[in-house]
């Protein structure tokens, strides 16, 4: 069955390291999308990407980074910068057109040790 | 810009009790629009969608209607199980050239047994 796969499920981070979130999807989808989502609130948008090697920032991206190497692989890495990291983050794909709605991981939960 | 404003929560309601969490927006053009659920510690599921004006989204028993007129897209549900107890999401994703889908706050249902 096709779907979008997060790994790790549970991540920990010790104070400045950089650490790599990854998500994969066989759904030949070509745009991706990474959220952060603090407890108890909503989804905030951190970098989405509609195209191979091509990502554009969303609300949030400072401390953050991704690649878009190949259509099925989009990951993102917490950098040190990333002050408040401390969050779960969820990975989205989307077909093409305004009626499609969005795949979603199953998450990463990550925390500063 | 495009905007999403659902009902704030929690909710919380006997099992067997009438649910409505309401939604309304704003966005210019036609947008598509939709319902997600989040279950504790998972990825957000497409409940269902809309995609134009007076279509009705269906599926589990919740069901939402887009009414242009008057910006909404309420979700319903004739009679809830403890096992609906997660938060719910209303999303539109608009037609006028943007790439992103815009989220509600979410709104958390608790259902007592």
């Known amino acids: 069955d096709g779907g979008i796969t997060q790994s790790p499920k549970y991540l920990f981070r010790k104070e400045g390291q950089n650490v790599t979130l990854s998500c994969e999807q066989n759904?030949?989808?070509?745009?991706m999308y990474w959220y952060r989502q603090d407890p108890g609130q909503g989804l905030r948008l951190i970098y989405y990407s509609q195209i191979v090697n091509d990502f554009q920032k969303g609300d949030i991206a400072e401390g953050y980074s991704v690649s878009r190497e190949k259509k099925e692989s989009f990951p993102l890495t917490v950098t040190s910068a990333q002050k408040n990291p401390t969050a779960f983050y969820l990975c989205a794909s989307k077909g093409q057109g305004v009626t499609y709605g969005y795949t979603f991981g199953s998450g990463t939960r990550l925390t500063v040790v | 810009g495009d905007s999403v404003t659902q009902m704030e929560g929690p909710v919380t309601l006997s099992e067997e009790a009438f649910l409505t969490i309401n939604c309304t927006y704003t966005?210019?053009?036609?947008?598509?629009l939709f319902w997600y659920v989040q279950y504790p510690g998972e990825g957000l599921q497409l409940l269902l969608k809309a995609t134009k004006a007076d279509d009705k989204g269906s599926n589990k028993g919740f069901e939402a209607t887009y009414r242009k007129e008057t910006t909404s897209f309420h979700l319903e549900k004739g009679s809830v199980q403890v096992s609906d107890s997660a938060v719910y999401f209303c999303a539109l994703h608009g037609d006028t050239g943007g790439f992103k889908t815009i989220f509600g706050a979410g709104t958390r249902l608790f259902v007592k047994a």
């Open positions: 966005a210019t053009g036609y947008p598509s």
């Open positions: 759904l030949n989808h070509d745009a």
